[in-house]
Structures are given as C-alpha cells and as structure tokens.
Antibody
Framework: EVQLLESGGGLVQPGGSLRLSCAAS????????MSWVRQAPGKGLEWVSA????????YYADSVRGRFTISRDDSRNTLYLQLNSLRAADSAVYYC???????????WGQGTLVTVSS | IQLTQSPSSLSASVGDRVTITCRAS??????LAWYQQKPGKAPKLLIY???TLQSGVPSRFSGSGSGTDFTLTISSLQPEDFATYYC??????????FGPGTKVDIK
C-alpha cells in the first residue's frame, strides 16, 4: 500500500522558513516524479512544485519560484520542500503527491498545515 | 492555460445524473484529469487523459472531451459522491493547473 506522510508544518512568522518532509513507502520511490500541492483554508488546489525522477529537474509555480526549493533523497525515500521568505498567502495545507506520469497524482499524503502569521 | 469549471456548485439528489464541465483557455488535447475531494481529506484521482477511469473508481464516473471542453459525469449520484470536484491540466512540462472546483451537495 502506498503511503505518503508529510511533516514539518507549523506556525511561522512572515519572512520565516520551514522545511516540509514527505516520507514515502509502499512503492519504488526513485522511479516516480513527485509534487507538492497546497490548499489554502476554504480554497481550491494549487500545484506548487515538482521534481523529476532522479531529481535532475525541478519546477515551480510562479507564486513560489525563488522562495521554495524542492528536493528528494531516494536513499531515504523522502521528498522535501524548503519554504523561505514565507508570506501570509503561503498559509495552506501542503500535500505531497505521487505523479503517475503526466502530473496525474495517483496518491496523496494527508497534508501538513503551514500557518504564516505574526 | 486557465481552467474554468461550471457550475461552481450544484445541489442534487441520490440517483441523479450529474454533469460538471471544465473549459480550458486553449486546446489541451486530452491532457486533463478529474479529482474528488471530501472535507478534510486529500484529493482522489478519478479520471486521467480526459476519459480513462483510474483503477478502483466506480464505473458510474465517466469523463469525456478533448481540446477545450471536458465533462465529468456521475451517472447515478450516490451518498458518498457528495464532494468537491476539480479538473486539472496535465502536461509533460509541469504547470499542473487546477480548475476552481465544483461543489456537489445534497438537495
């Protein structure tokens, strides 16, 4: 059974940083591209970032480019998202998702809540 | 590429046939997926490539369309289908835009 378990969320002040982690199990992690998707309270889904198989290529939404960094550690079966220069608008539940091939996300974690507030 | 969905919400009864539309601002072939999300839960992939049913998804769900106009149809709405539905643009170059969502609730 595929499992994705996010952690690292919490309350942070504007301008602060957080590192989110997503521990994967139940599938061969290194064979899949992975993404982060977020959802602000009461709002829709927003794709945030993706990393290719092997980690050679990374992609970002315009809203986070230059502030967030996605990475993966295939030896630990873990996906990361470094969030810097956080803004109130970044407050959301952050989900990691397994990419079936073209951005169709077959499996999702339960999400981790990031709240940016002073 | 922008995605719009209509309606933004609808009320329906168990057993109803429900159709949700997703429109892309430019042609996207069949690079479209549909998700279901229930409150407090992660989204669930229902359909990809516009019309391919994800494994394990009930056959009452179907998708159609290509180019700019797509539909998600629930042939006979069940109690567990009350949720919010999102379309998503798929692509080989990641800009995985989601539609704004359609909330289906009980009439």
């Amino acid at each position: 059974e595929v499992q994705l378990l996010e952690s690292g969320g919490g309350l942070v002040q504007p301008g602060g940083s957080l590192r989110l982690s997503c521990a994967a199990s139940g599938f061969t992690f290194k064979k899949y591209a992975m993404s982060w998707v977020r959802q602000a309270p009461g709002k829709g889904l927003e794709w945030v970032s993706a990393v290719s198989v092997s980690g050679d290529s990374t992609y970002y939404a315009d809203s986070v480019r230059g502030r967030f960094t996605i990475s993966r550690d295939d030896s630990r079966n873990t996906l990361y998202l470094q969030l810097n220069s956080l803004r109130a608008a970044d407050s959301a539940v952050y989900y990691c998702a397994k990419d079936q091939g073209y951005g169709d996300f077959t499996d999702w974690g339960q999400g981790t809540l990031v709240t940016v507030s002073s | 590429i922008q995605l719009t969905q209509s309606p933004s919400s609808l009320s329906a009864s168990v057993g109803d046939r429900v159709t949700i539309t997703c429109r892309a601002s430019q042609g996207i072939s069949t690079y479209l997926a549909w998700y279901q999300q229930k409150p407090g839960k992660a989204p669930k992939l229902l359909i990809y490539d516009a019309s391919t049913l994800q494994s394990g998804v009930p056959s009452r769900f179907s998708g159609s369309g290509s180019g700019t106009d797509f539909t998600l149809t629930i042939s006979s709405l069940q109690p567990e289908d009350f949720a919010t539905y999102y379309c998503q643009h798929l692509n080989i170059y990641p800009r995985f835009t989601f539609g704004p969502g359609t909330k289906v609730d009980i009439k």
